[in-house]
């Protein structure tokens, strides 16, 4: 610790840190432009200077910028000082010389840290009267506007594109006073986390064009806090509402999971939920017409569900409340999990696998910290997004440690880091069927189907401890690779291994495992992330529902015959022909989801049920963290939460336990008692009866306004405000205007600080814990470090097949997820379908690029054009997950081609 004086006041405070984030953790208002928290410091705009004294005789001292001087002991500084105060007026005039001055009309007004920084500085006219330098914007894509007249030069846009997320297309062109922040030409931005640049800039030069489209003021957004459901990392958002339809989402500050950050699938994939094919009436199929009323719906339920053998599906996009009650309803034997059977068994494998380890679960925060990294199986950057740019982070640890440590530069001299580490990097390895975005950065990158990614991990595992299996018949490369990879392990402080159900290769997952733990025998301090398919698969798994196959046969077969389908797409989870003999064979088939898709289509009872937007809930996960999302707006229509349908009809039916339930709460109590790894998940957030000071928290901000207006065209009188009986939460403006806990925070806010950046204000240091703690609760604990479970499963080698080619699955960030496909946007970039292949095999069918190839896999027919994929193995395809046009397959599988193909043998490979 040292002691500081800030205007002749002490306060303690931690060394080594800048003085610039030293004053906004005290509290102070500094304005700043350049410096970023995750980013650090490179000085470029001038605006934080304040006035540093040598000791407490001198009288005159010196200009400092904030953000480049280093906390000492019994430094002195003044930020009152009246030339430090004309300083930062000057640099904002100068700074504003060519801005247009347009907030009236700009995207970013009412949210803009220049606005913020502007009058913080007192700089109230401009002194600027001649001509202003202006240019012509790009087209940027579907996610981003551009308007670079707005830009001050403070080079934030490249320094995140380019040196935090690894962007390659977008650049600072020209000099001096003429600087253009864009691409070489008009396109789309190619990172998967271009939308960041809207939160990143301080100006109005890169904005949200969703929002564009039906433009809304900060201050008129109704919000709430919310956790995305496009992956299974839980990344906390800010969902805003005006007129009942969803307008944004942005970045949520979690210091544990995303940071500052978010995904361009998470943050534009929102557009679903005002989609047209929104469902918003019950239907019941066997009355006309078939839209009705709730309560007729529920009555032909209810009816259904008491004279009927009924089972339930759930879904792993559906929240645990909901899937509970669904659970409750049927009964825990009629219970199924609604995934396909490898999804079920690698999501068990993996829950098996987090509570057995003896490693630390790392959570996103921490996978930035990690010094070596092994990632087998997973292209991150299309399955786990925000976990791709944690570990772009991670690369940079060992030379951080080392080489920037030895010459004593303190980390947050961002320019001065750079420059010293060049590109210099840490020890990363890379294990995956093809090529992925993170191979730029890799130390070693290994192309191969799952099993033999398997071997070369027990063969890691072997090397770091003989108490796990070795590998037979392994060549000469792959141990020479393994011993490589074991020995940067070795020597790391804090090694990590990422895998997950992506490969669809349990032994895949069970090498990552086998890694971890023979790390930790060895005495490291090793990590372990896995990732999981959907939102929230591990809640579902939690559940210990049974496998989709086994409803099949009890309604083919007749055990049952009414199922209540939630919110899942049973098309996407098997193949078309068994889905549709279910469907058929359902007396009476219940379903509730949020849009119209093939299995809603079949429904006899249709609910409309609320997106994440329009619902409260708890998800869990990829690490076993359960969050609650709050809902945003009331819905004027029969929508409502699926756990709010279901434990209707369990009213109606009289099911005891769920008669007992009085509220929100009830259900969540009733989940921790029920499930034991569910204990303390009523403490996850404030009750619904929380106050502070008696009052609820507003969802709006103090401006709100138009209240009375948005309904003029029904009644001039203002309606009396819907209430929010599941929540601490209000809809309106009105409640405690003071920081309410972490969880509860449905917008970042403070006097002076419109903007994102008054994330700030929420924490209890810059860039560190939001004050009271993160949201979230870790459910799963650590095994006992003294049993070190290995396994055995060690894989045969690969073999092709003539006439054959081993399908594998290919994911996209755009494209592979159900519910952000339905978004325009993302629309815009989901790429069209194919079949990967290595150009060898292509060779040898003498198929070129763009020619359809013709195979089927277990009856399925496919007919695909090919794309040729230079790192794709020989003896395989590449199938896209989930794009539309591409049917449902089980994968890993073999394809058989079709006949006309003339396949030579291909010679054995070793893999």
């Known amino acids: 610790m040292a002691t500081i004086y800030i ?58 910028m904030s953000c480049m001087e280093p906390v000492r002991d019994n430094l002195r500084l003044s930020i009152a000082d009246m030339e430090a105060k004309e300083f930062r007026a000057h640099i904002i005039g100068w700074l504003m010389t060519n801005h247009p001055h347009d907030c009236a009309v700009c995207d970013e007004g009412g949210a803009c840290h220049l606005q913020d920084m502007t009058v913080m500085t007192g700089h109230n006219y401009r002194a600027y009267r001649f001509d202003k330098r202006t240019y012509i914007n790009q087209y940027l894509g579907p996610f981003l506007n551009h308007e670079m007249n707005r830009c001050i030069q403070c080079y934030r846009c490249v320094r995140y594109y380019k040196d935090y997320a690894g962007g390659k297309d977008l650049d600072v062109f020209a000099a001096h006073n003429h600087l253009y922040f864009g691409r070489a030409e008009d396109g789309v931005l190619e990172s998967e986390f271009s939308g960041n640049l809207a939160e990143v800039c301080p100006t109005g030069v890169f904005t949200d064009k969703t929002l564009k489209q039906h433009y809304t003021r900060k201050w008129d957004l109704t919000m709430a806090p919310s956790v995305c459901h496009h992956c299974s990392l839980g990344c906390n958002t800010t969902a805003g509402e005006r007129y009942g339809t969803l307008r944004n989402i942005t970045n949520r500050y979690n210091g544990e999971v995303n940071g500052y950050f978010l995904c361009d699938r998470g943050r534009f994939g929102y557009e679903f939920v005002n989609s047209a094919g929104r469902i918003r009436k019950p239907l019941v199929r066997s009355q006309l017409p078939e839209a009705t009323d709730k309560y007729t719906a529920l009555q032909a339920a209810a009816l259904a569900v008491k004279a009927g053998r009924v089972i339930g599906i759930g879904s792993p996009r559906a929240s645990l409340e909901s899937n509970f009650v669904l659970r409750t309803l049927v009964g825990e034997d009629n219970f199924y999990d609604g995934v396909s059977e490898a999804d079920h068994d690698l999501t068990c494998l993996a829950l098996q696998l987090l509570r057995e380890t003896v490693a630390h679960i790392y959570s996103l925060k921490e996978v930035e910290k990690a010094d070596a990294v092994f990632i087998l199986g997973e292209d991150l950057t299309n399955t786990a997004p925000m976990l791709a740019l944690a570990v772009r982070q991670a690369v940079r640890q060992q030379p951080l440690q080392d080489t920037v440590a030895d010459a004593k530069l303190p980390q947050w001299q961002d320019a001065a880091v750079r420059e010293l580490v060049q590109s210099e990097k840490g020890p990363f390895f890379s294990a995956t069927i093809s090529h992925t975005k993170l191979d730029e950065l890799a130390t070693q990158t290994y192309f191969a189907p799952p099993d033999a990614i398997a071997r070369l991990g027990f063969a890691v595992a072997h090397e770091l401890s003989d108490a796990s299996p070795a590998v037979p018949h392994l060549g000469d490369e792959e141990l020479a690779l393994a011993q490589q990879i074991a020995g940067a392990l070795r020597s790391a402080k804090n090694p990590l291994i990422i895998s997950g159900t992506s490969a669809g290769s349990e032994r895949v997952m069970k090498a990552a495992a086998n890694i971890a733990n023979a790390l930790v025998a060895s005495g490291k301090a090793a990590g372990l992330v896995l990732t999981v398919p959907e939102c929230n698969s591990l809640g579902l798994a939690l559940l210990n529902g049974h496998k989709m196959t086994s409803a099949v046969e009890a309604i083919v077969n007749g055990y049952s015959n009414t199922a209540i389908v939630l919110e899942n797409d049973l098309y996407r989870r098997g193949a078309a022909a068994e889905v549709t003999a279910f469907l058929d064979n359902c007396r009476q088939l219940i379903v509730l989801d949020h849009l119209h898709q093939a299995t809603t289509e079949k429904a006899h009872v249709l609910f409309p049920a609320g997106t994440f937007a329009e619902a409260d809930g708890i998800l869990v996960n990829n690490e076993g963290r359960a969050q609650r999302f709050y809902q945003v707006y009331p819905t004027g229509e029969d929508i409502q939460e699926s756990w709010r349908w279901l434990a209707e009809i369990g009213t109606i039916i009289a099911n005891e336990q769920i008669s007992s339930w009085h509220g929100y709460d009830d259900i969540v109590k009733a989940m921790a008692t029920e499930i034991p790894e569910l204990q303390g998940i009523d403490s996850l957030a404030p009750a619904t009866d929380f106050r502070i000071a008696g009052q609820k928290i507003p969802r709006e901000p103090h401006r709100f306004s138009g209240r009375t207006a948005m309904n003029a065209n029904r009644n001039v009188s203002e309606p009396k405000p819907q209430q929010d009986p599941d929540s601490p939460l209000t809809y309106t403006m009105e409640g405690y205007r003071g920081q309410p806990p972490s969880d509860l925070i449905p917008f970042f806010w403070a006097p002076g600080w419109n903007s994102i950046q008054s994330t700030n204000k929420y924490q209890q240091e810059v860039g560190g814990h939001l004050r009271g703690g993160d949201p979230g609760l870790r459910l799963l604990a650590h095994a006992p470090a003294a049993n070190v479970p290995f396994s055995t499963a060690v894989p045969q080698a690969f073999q092709p097949m003539a006439g054959h080619l081993y399908a594998v699955p290919l994911y996209h960030i755009f494209g592979s997820e159900e519910l952000s496909s339905q978004s325009p946007s993302i629309m815009e970039r989901i790429p069209a379908p194919y079949v990967a292949l290595n150009p060898a095999d292509a060779e040898r069918m003498k198929l070129e690029e763009g020619q359809l190839l013709s195979f089927s896999i277990e009856g399925q027919r496919y007919q695909l054009p090919v794309k040729i994929n230079l790192t794709i193995p020989g003896g395989t395809a590449g199938i896209p997950q989930g794009l539309p046009g591409i049917p449902f397959a089980e994968l890993p599988a073999w394809a058989i081609l079709n006949k006309d193909i003339k396949w030579k043998q291909q010679p054995q490979t070793t893999f």
């Not at 006041?9 to 931690?14: A, H, L, R, S, T």
């Open 7 to 64: 205007e002749n006041k002490p306060y303690d405070v931690p060394a080594g840190k800048n003085l610039l984030e030293t004053c906004l953790t005290l509290g102070f208002d500094l304005p700043y432009f350049c410096w970023h928290p995750a980013m650090g410091s490179v000085g470029a705009c001038r605006q934080c200077a304040v006035k540093v004294f040598k000791d407490e005789n001198d009288t005159k001292g010196k200009l400092t």
